[in-house]
């Protein structure tokens, strides 16, 4: 059974930093590309992160390059978004997924497992 668990949301203030972390189950975890997506309230997922397995490669959304920082453990299974600077734009839930490729991608169509979310909110 395939499980990604997200931690480390919450309310922060604009400016403020936060790190998420998704927890992966070993058995999937150590064979794939891992990404970042957020869903904010009446808009549709996008694409925030991603990083291929071996951490070579690392792509984001323009909307969040230079300020956020996605990075991962492969000796815990786990991957983390650094999230700094943060704006009221960044408020969304946080998703992490997996994909059955090594290599890192944007296309959320492309993972294969997704965990149930994190909530972040930034106030003003």
């Known amino acids: 059974q395939v499980q990604l668990v997200e931690s480390g949301g919450g309310l922060v203030q604009a400016g403020d930093s936060l790190r998420l972390s998704c927890a992966a189950s070993?058995?999937?975890?150590?064979?794939?590309?891992m990404g970042w997506f957020r869903q904010a309230p009446g808009k549709k997922r996008e694409f925030v992160a991603t990083?291929?397995?071996?951490?070579?490669?690392?792509y984001y959304a323009d909307s969040v390059k230079g300020r956020f920082t996605i990075s991962r453990d492969n000796t815990k299974n786990t991957v983390f978004l650094h999230m700094n600077n943060v704006k009221p734009e960044d408020t969304a839930v946080y998703y992490c997924?997996?994909?059955?490729?090594?290599?890192?991608?944007?296309?959320?169509?492309?993972?294969?497992?997704w965990g149930r979310g994190t909530p972040v909110a930034v106030s003003s």
């Open positions: 997924a997996l994909r059955a490729n090594v290599v890192a991608s944007r296309l959320p169509d492309e993972y294969s497992y």
């Open positions: 990083i291929s397995w071996s951490g070579s490669t690392t």
């Open positions: 070993a058995r999937t975890f150590s064979s794939g590309a």
